[in-house]
């Protein structure tokens, strides 16, 4: 992204907003794929701890608790707008806690891909949303999931052309989004409720461009895939880049405690509202997790200071990265360094046995 020192001016109305934000430069989504990252954001809880089913399109049990059932039972509303199938309602378990839940009109699931360009439709229908004062005369957590860019990456006929690789095409779709996310924060400046309300942006994954092999997303957890843009701009905060590594483990306490709600001590995240309001941040680990499901096996990560280990299926194999050095992640050097891959071993065994592994409905279908 522009902010983070992309070339490219691909989103010049996030890089403006970002000015005046807390601007978290090493943050990290909790897993590489929609299904796993965003259910342990709405929990607080690593996807691998949730009960939940174990294919791709997971399916995630009512009996996990997510932090919009504690606000609804304070009487704060949740309401949401989404604009991919698989996030329709009663489809994946994500909805649990929410006054409204809705989906842009007009969309198909494809399991293979996302072929439709939804930006223009969610903005309109999350303003509709917001507009009711029902909602917004009170405290309230509004979330909006914009599925543009995603693949399929398209051209917009309007915006910049960078040319035809398919990264030149994904940054089209960013330059959209970034368009319509800016008439939406457009929309929220002019609000009476709006110097009382903290905004969010992140992304809940990354995408590979020929990275380790890769295209799209899911499957690794390298950073290209778990390294991503997060923003918050809270009432009585302060402008500020964060450098340490945060994980979005704390996005649930920290929107709970904005809204002046207890955050339960058992969860593994804390909440960031004091860092936000200007207190000096304090450095930890992160862990990324990426549950077996029937595509692939178990990967977790963990990321201390600029050190970052992956720990491969059930631990059989670990690679080691200094990222500071190396941020795309193209020298391993667990061989090389073996003290230093000892030491981030027993770091990341003691973090990762705190995990508690959640049930799997049904089990792991095993594929050929």
């Not at 020192?5 to 010049?12: L, S, T």
């Not at 704060?76 to 842009?104: E, R, S």
Request: glycine share 6%.
């Amino acid at each position: 992204m522009p902010w983070a020192g992309y070339a490219r001016d691909v989103a010049p109305r996030l890089t403006a907003w970002s000015k005046g934000a807390t601007v978290y430069n090493r943050a990290y989504s909790l897993s590489s794929s929609t299904s796993k990252s965003v259910p342990g954001m709405l929990s607080g809880r690593y996807p691998s701890e949730l009960i939940r089913t174990g294919v791709f399109f997971t399916r995630y049990a009512d009996d996990n608790r997510f932090f919009c059932e504690q606000l609804s039972e304070a009487s704060i509303p949740c309401i949401a707008a989404h604009a991919h199938a698989y996030l329709a309602k009663g489809v994946a378990g994500f909805d649990q806690g929410f006054a409204t839940w809705k989906v842009v009109p007009g969309i198909t699931f494809d399991p293979q891909t996302d072929p439709h360009i939804t930006s223009h439709k969610l903005t309109p229908l999350a303003i509709e949303m917001l507009s009711d004062k029902k909602v917004t005369d009170k405290p309230f957590f509004a979330w909006f999931h914009f599925m543009d860019p995603h693949d399929k990456y398209k051209s917009h006929e309007d915006g910049p052309k960078y040319g035809g690789k398919q990264r030149d095409v994904y940054d089209e779709e960013v330059h959209y989004t970034d368009e319509w996310v800016g008439k939406l924060i457009d929309f929220i400046d002019k609000q009476p409720w709006a110097k009382t309300t903290a905004v969010i942006v992140t992304a809940d994954h990354g995408e590979a461009f020929g990275e380790h092999g890769l295209t799209r997303h899911a499957f690794e957890i390298y950073d290209v895939l778990v390294h991503v843009p997060w923003m918050i701009k809270v009432p009585g905060g302060k402008a500020q880049s964060i450098d340490w590594p945060r994980s979005h483990i704390d996005l649930a306490p920290t929107i709970v405690d904005l809204l002046g709600q207890p955050v339960d001590k058992a969860l593994p995240g804390k909440s960031l509202k004091k860092e936000l309001l200007g207190e000096a941040p304090e450095a930890r680990d992160v862990i990324c997790d990426l549950p077996q499901d029937d595509f692939n096996k178990r990967r977790r990560a963990l990321v201390h200071e600029n050190v970052k280990i992956i720990a491969f299926e059930k631990d059989e194999r670990f690679e080691l990265y200094r990222l500071d050095e190396d941020p795309g992640e193209t020298k391993n050097l667990a061989k090389r360094e073996p003290e230093l891959l000892k030491s981030m071993i027993e770091r990341y065994r003691s973090a990762s046995s705190k995990l508690t592994e959640g049930k799997v409905l049904g089990g792991i279908r095993k594929r050929d």
